[in-house]
């Protein structure tokens, strides 16, 4: 499984078998959010220039062309997953799309990456699809918003989306404008209703599991009561004690279960049912990134798979359940694009997109969502975590892998990984380093966005990182760098929430 490096950029990838399709309804397009707090994002998205287009196939193939003036972020890896093709305004239009996709595939060999790519997203942007809908404002709040409070007083409610959690012991942790804390949320009058509500809130459809957990007796919040509306943070009081010293412990989905767990350590074919979260995306038609399911209607993956607005919803597919390219079942159509505002292509820095589909996931044997973490769970030096895959199977092939890869890789710490011998401060508190400094256990091209996955305790699968850079693959102290969702779990909840189901 292979990786990006900013010097040397991988080929870009456009299939040249290109189906004509009626266009299906426009569903909703990039969105970009503003989580209060956050920096408001820039005039613009900048240039595309890291996702790897990676032929299933047989297509020409751009050569590797380097690009000295792209900065720190290394070669973009880890899976992508498959879809089907589509084109607008009938066979002309699949004419015009072809010669389109023609003069991509001859400026990534003669001007590399950059120019092929956007050359073909400025093609399908004006094809007779709907106008990219470009960057959202930031997010407006009065001078008078109190976080927290039950009130939504910024515009699109960022003021109210970081208000509950969770420990990694599955304690819910609620923040109210009466404390500012997060404090444990006691079990008196809590029953599967009151789960249910707060799980909708937080962008999942129902609760899965409620349970009271044995507390300390120390200040926590406590319901005032069932009938009040609103978010849960709204309801609460804040007491110095829990009666009988019980607090909720919520689970929202059933997560993080394998049906099939045999593994080969090193790198392997996966087998149905084995890594169950794990889904191929396909833009018109071609895999082209990986990704990771966390609820039935969400999918995080890595905010460099989307270059800019042009890129329509409607144009990407979602396969999940799926262990070969050769045998794709039915996908899911994508109905907004949510990337991360502050996603840098410079430092590859927030790193992370979340997608939300059009209609649910339904899970199975083949499809299961991973564990997000719990806002305190960290992963350690030395952990042995799993990272899986279409991409490429080593350095500089021509094509990635039509089976779905595992490999295992040990989690890396922050001070070996921004060592001058490994990657010289390039790596942030938003990322987290895997693999082997000895080489030969990576990520590879094509597996940008896929999960990198950690077994604890309780023995479920709990989503550590999500694929994004690293110098080659697999290459001696050149390990993978994955966005942290430990560090960028607060974006993600918030964006569940404002666009929950």
């Not at 895999?287 to 798979?305: L, N």
């Not at 350690?380 to 039509?402: Q, V």
Request: proline share 8%; charged share 15%.
């Amino acid at each position: 499984m292979e990786k990006h490096d900013p010097n040397d950029p991988p080929p870009p990838y456009y299939t040249v078998a290109v189906h004509a399709q009626p266009p299906l309804r426009p569903y909703e397009e990039i969105v970009y959010g503003n989580a209060l707090g956050m920096p408001p994002p820039g005039m613009g998205m900048p240039p595309y220039a890291h996702p790897h287009y990676i032929p299933q196939h047989t297509p020409v193939i751009a050569t590797r062309v380097t690009q000295p003036h792209l900065p720190p972020p290394k070669a973009h890896k880890k899976q992508c997953c498959g879809g089907s093709s589509q084109c607008y305004g009938g066979s002309g239009g699949a004419v015009v799309l072809l010669a389109l996709l023609a003069v991509a595939i001859w400026l990534g060999v003669h001007y590399g990456t950059r120019l092929a790519t956007e050359a073909l997203l400025q093609g399908q942007g004006s094809k007779g699809s709907e106008p990219p809908s470009g960057t959202a404002t930031p997010d407006t709040c009065s001078n008078t918003t109190v976080l927290c409070d039950g009130h939504q007083d910024c515009q699109q409610g960022s003021d109210e989306t970081n208000c509950v959690r969770f420990g990694t012991d599955g304690s819910l942790r609620v923040r109210t404008s009466l404390d500012g804390r997060f404090l444990p949320m006691c079990y008196e009058g809590w029953d599967k209703s009151f789960a249910d509500r707060t799980c909708a809130q937080l962008g999942f459809r129902q609760s899965y599991q409620v349970n009271p957990l044995a507390g300390q007796s120390s200040k926590a919040v406590i319901l005032t009561g069932k009938g009040g509306s609103g978010p849960l943070h709204g309801n609460v009081n804040v007491s110095s004690s829990c009666p009988r010293n019980q607090i909720v412990s919520l689970q929202c989905v059933k997560c993080g279960r394998q049906q099939s767990t045999s593994r080969i350590i090193g790198g392997s074919i996966a087998k149905v049912g084995q890594w169950p979260w794990q889904v191929s995306l396909h833009f018109l038609g071609s895999h082209v990134c990986g990704g990771t399911i966390i609820s039935p209607d969400f999918v995080v993956t890595a905010a460099h798979c989307f270059p800019r607005s042009v890129l329509i919803a409607r144009n990407w597919r979602v396969y999940g359940g799926v262990v070969s390219q050769r045998n794709l079942p039915a996908p899911f159509l994508v109905k907004q694009i949510l990337r991360h505002e502050a996603y840098s292509q410079v430092t590859n820095d927030h790193d992370i997109a979340l997608l939300k589909l059009a209609t649910p996931l339904t899970f199975n044997s083949a499809i299961q969502p991973a564990c997000l973490p719990a806002w305190d769970q960290s992963f350690s030096h030395g952990d042995r975590c799993w990272t899986s895959g279409f991409g490429t199977t080593e350095e500089g092939a021509a094509r990635s892998s039509p089976d779905l890869m595992e490999v295992t890789v040990d989690i890396i710490e922050p001070r070996v990984c921004n060592s001058s011998r490994v990657y010289s401060g390039q790596v942030s508190r938003n990322m987290i380093c895997a693999g082997d400094l000895d080489g030969g256990r990576d990520s590879c091209q094509g597996d940008s966005g896929g999960p990198l996955v950690c077994q604890t305790g309780d023995q479920r699968w709990y989503l550590a990182g999500v694929t994004s850079w690293g110098a080659g693959c697999g290459r001696k102290d050149k390990p993978g760098v994955y966005s942290s969702t430990t560090s960028l779990l607060p974006w993600i909840y918030s964006k569940m929430q404002q666009e929950r189901p």
